[in-house]
């Protein structure tokens, strides 16, 4: 068995970022290393709230490091997802989300920073293991290979969550804006990851070094993960008996096996709607962020395939493919929301075969990693059963 992949999760809770933390914490192939925030689905001081506040949910607070990062980009002022989408607090939704302690707080902005944090986490493991998995804006992340140059020859990889590429990528709804196919989703053009810090995704995208260990989630992959009823469902209750074993069909009823299950979905369901009425999405909601958890496991026993093209094509699962991504930078906020400019837009280019460059995956094992994440929520009820009874033995 292969050892853990030491993970550090940069990201901006969120609701599929709470996804994202799960994923990360209890996976057993995956040792997190620490915790650093974001702005981006909301401020910094919520983001960091809200990090601390899902380990509490999920059994690890206190036990996994939480560092706040940038307030803002690293040119541009501070951009917030809108409150449809995550709410005022950035986690809408439920009333099950413990409360994080102020003290806790206090101390995850108290700290080093981000940069100095992931660092030091990146040097303390061996050269050519460590993943950072990015789920928000890449800002911490760019300032990070600023800062140290030389860990971008350290880490094994950079997986992403941002971007889009349109144009039948994938057979992903990515829904229509005046009669025309849109790209993006906080504009036509763009998706807002990228958007909300353009000049750093492209620091990071076209670095020479980073590029070709770089992985990238665009919604053409995330969109095409979506959390159906049948999803839905096995996150409440747990994976589906055999036919006939539980009622008739293996139907399942009530609120669900515990706390914690109830608001994930909770959760999911919060921004459904938008995904319906905007996107046309109506099957579910998509989950986005912690398919770049998923990807960091590729090479070792726990990897949830990742298809660099359509499993299901002529040439199958097993085509290569590589990328040049190029971020459209030219242009303000306003300019891509109110005078079409494509600000924010990730334009990939097929790089010739054999050549180095940024993956971009056309699909996974969707059925597989829904399985992997009701694991993990299995772990983390069990953890918080332990929990709960240790609290009750005092």
Same mark, same amino acid.
């Given at each position: 068995?292969?050892?853990?992949?030491?993970?550090?999760?940069?990201?901006?809770?969120?609701?599929?970022?709470?996804?994202?933390?799960?994923?990360? =914490?209890?996976?057993?192939?995956?040792?997190?290393?620490?915790?650093?925030?974001?702005?981006?689905?909301?401020?910094?001081? /919520?983001?960091?709230?809200?990090?601390?506040?899902?380990?509490?949910?999920?059994? /690890?607070?206190?036990?996994?490091?939480?560092?706040?990062?940038?307030?803002?980009?690293?040119?541009?002022?501070?951009?917030?997802?809108?409150?449809?989408?995550h709410?005022?607090?950035?986690?809408?939704?439920?009333?099950?989300?413990?409360?994080a302690p102020?003290?806790?707080?206090?101390?995850?902005?108290?700290?080093p920073?981000? %940069? =100095?944090?992931?660092?030091?986490?990146?040097?303390?493991?061996?050269a050519?293991?460590a993943?950072?998995?990015?789920?928000?804006?890449?800002?911490?992340?760019?300032?990070?290979?600023?800062?140290?140059p030389?860990?971008?020859?350290?880490?094994?990889?950079?997986?992403?969550?941002?971007?889009?590429?349109?144009?039948?990528?994938?057979?992903?709804?990515?829904?229509v804006?005046?009669?025309?196919?849109?790209?993006?989703?906080?504009?036509?053009?763009?998706?807002?990851n990228?958007?909300?810090?353009?000049?750093?995704?492209?620091?990071v995208?076209a670095?020479?070094?980073?590029?070709? /260990?770089?992985?990238?989630?665009?919604?053409?992959?995330t969109?095409?993960?979506?959390?159906?009823?049948?999803?839905?469902?096995?996150?409440?209750?747990g994976?589906?008996?055999?036919?006939?074993?539980?009622g008739?069909?293996? /139907?399942?009823?009530?609120?669900?096996?515990?706390?914690?299950? %109830?608001?994930l979905?909770?959760?999911?369901?919060?921004?459904?709607?938008?995904?319906?009425?905007?996107?046309?999405?109506?099957?579910?909601?998509?989950?986005?962020?912690?398919?770049?958890?998923?990807?960091?496991?590729?090479?070792?026993?726990?990897?949830?395939?990742?298809?660099d093209?359509?499993?299901k094509?002529?040439?199958?699962?097993?085509?290569? +493919?590589?990328?040049?991504?190029?971020v459209?930078?030219?242009g303000t906020?306003?300019?891509?929301?109110?005078?079409?400019?494509?600000t924010?837009?990730?334009?990939?280019?097929?790089?010739?075969?054999?050549? +180095?460059?940024?993956?971009?995956?056309?699909?996974?094992?969707?059925?597989?990693?829904?399985?992997?994440?009701?694991?993990c929520?299995?772990?983390?009820?069990?953890?918080n059963e332990?929990?709960?009874? +240790?609290?009750?033995?005092?």
């Open positions: 068995m292969s050892e853990p992949v030491p993970l550090w999760l940069d990201c901006d809770p969120g609701h599929d970022d709470a996804f994202a933390i799960l994923l990360a =914490a209890y996976h057993p192939g995956i040792k997190l290393l620490g915790i650093s925030t974001v702005h981006g689905n909301a401020s910094l001081e /919520k983001t960091t709230r809200n990090a601390l506040s899902v380990l509490s949910a999920i059994g /690890k607070l206190g036990a996994i490091p939480v560092t706040a990062g940038a307030a803002h980009a690293l040119h541009r002022d501070p951009v917030h997802a809108p409150t449809d989408i709410g005022e607090t950035g986690l809408d939704g439920t009333s099950l989300l413990p409360r102020t003290p806790l707080v206090a101390a995850a902005h108290a700290g920073g981000a %940069v =100095a944090a992931m660092a030091a986490a990146l040097r303390g493991c061996a050519g293991t993943w950072i998995a990015a789920t928000g804006a890449l800002t911490n992340v760019a300032a990070l290979f600023a800062a140290h030389d860990l971008r020859g350290v880490v094994r990889g950079v997986s992403a969550m941002g971007g889009s590429v349109g144009d039948g990528f994938t057979p992903a709804v990515m829904g804006v005046d009669g025309v196919p849109r790209v993006g989703n906080y504009t036509p053009w763009a998706e807002f990228v958007l909300i810090d353009p000049e750093a995704a492209a620091a995208l670095d020479p070094v980073l590029a070709p /260990k770089t992985t990238l989630v665009p919604l053409d992959l969109h095409l993960v979506l959390a159906t009823r049948e999803v839905q469902d096995m996150l409440l209750y994976p589906p008996p055999p036919p006939g074993e539980e008739e069909g293996g /139907k399942r009823e009530g609120r669900g096996k515990t706390d914690l299950r %109830v608001m979905v909770e959760l999911l369901n919060f921004f459904a709607s938008t995904y319906r009425d905007v996107f046309g999405i109506i099957e579910g909601p998509p989950l986005h962020d912690p398919l770049a958890v998923a990807a960091v496991l590729a090479g070792t026993a726990h990897e949830i395939p990742f298809y093209y359509d499993p094509g002529a040439d199958g699962p097993g085509r290569r +493919e590589r990328f040049a991504v190029e459209v930078t030219a906020l306003e300019d891509a929301r109110l005078r079409g400019a494509q924010g837009r990730t334009v990939v280019r097929l790089l010739p075969p054999g050549s +180095e460059g940024v993956r971009v995956p056309r699909g996974l094992d969707i059925a597989r990693f829904w399985r992997v994440v009701e694991e929520c299995e772990r983390a009820d069990a953890a332990r929990l709960a009874a +240790e609290a009750k033995a005092l």
